[in-house]
């Protein structure tokens, strides 16, 4: 099946400093993207959707100038947190769906296994 | 008001058990259903997708649809302690790209 990988899975960082995480498709194309926060206890919400090639779809009261989404070619995606605080501590997954996925939702989905931020 | 609601439990059942899980949902808009499992600090992975009202079973997992109620459930047959995660619900539009999750519910098996 198919398989997203994430990277880093777990990062500590100081405060006021930027933290790049990859999410890449590992044998498929990925079209679209999407990055999620999750913090304990709660359910993903999700910060913005990034296609191959142009600019990231961002959701309302996410703030695209702090987390910075680049999305370079058909299988990887980046999620950079720029000038950290310790409010943005959080658990980051990614999901990638293919290209020629033709059912909504059916294997077109895959979850990256998430970054744990910290930031101090 | 949510567009998916999901009691977050915690639910705990003896091993053996049957684990009941529901979602309610207020658009109608929502046509493709999806059950997730996600244990704790990994991403969630896909157990059940429907989009038609009715049942559909994989294994120990029945996945329901009531489109006419807004209403999908989650059964697990014979749980066992490693079916002690968080499931959540998620559901796309038709004309749309996008999850929208429930809120997950923890289920605990205890052997």
């Known amino acids: 099946g198919a398989v997203v990988s994430q990277h880093p899975s777990w990062v500590i960082c100081k405060s006021g400093t930027s933290v790049k995480i990859e999410c890449r498709s590992l044998d498929f194309q990925a079209t679209t993207m999407f990055w999620y926060r999750q913090f304990p206890k709660q359910s993903l919400m999700l910060m913005a959707t990034?296609?191959?090639?142009?600019?990231?779809?961002?959701e309302q009261g996410v703030e695209k100038d702090k987390f910075l989404i680049n999305h370079a070619s058909l299988t990887l995606s980046t999620l950079t947190v720029t000038s950290a605080h310790p409010e943005d501590s959080s658990f980051y997954i990614c999901s990638a769906r293919e290209s020629y996925s033709s059912d909504r939702g059916e294997d077109g989905y895959t979850f990256g296994s998430g970054t744990r931020l910290t930031v101090v | 008001q949510k567009e998916v609601e999901q009691d977050p439990g915690p639910l705990s059942v003896p091993e053996g058990a049957i684990v009941s899980l529901n979602c309610t949902y207020s658009?109608?808009?929502?046509?493709?259903f999806m059950w997730y499992r996600q244990y704790s600090r990994k991403g969630p992975e896909l157990l059940m997708y429907?989009?038609?009202?009715g049942n559909k079973e994989d294994g120990r997992f029945t996945a329901q649809v009531d489109k006419s109620s807004k209403y999908i459930s989650l059964f697990i047959r014979d749980s066992q302690p490693s079916d002690s995660a968080t499931y959540l619900c998620a559901m796309i539009k038709a004309a749309g790209n996008k999850l929208t999750f429930g809120g997950g519910t923890r289920v605990l098996v205890k052997p």
């Open positions: 658009n109608s808009a929502f046509q493709y």
């Open positions: 429907t989009y038609s009202s």
């Open positions: 990034s296609n191959e090639g142009s600019k990231a779809t961002y």
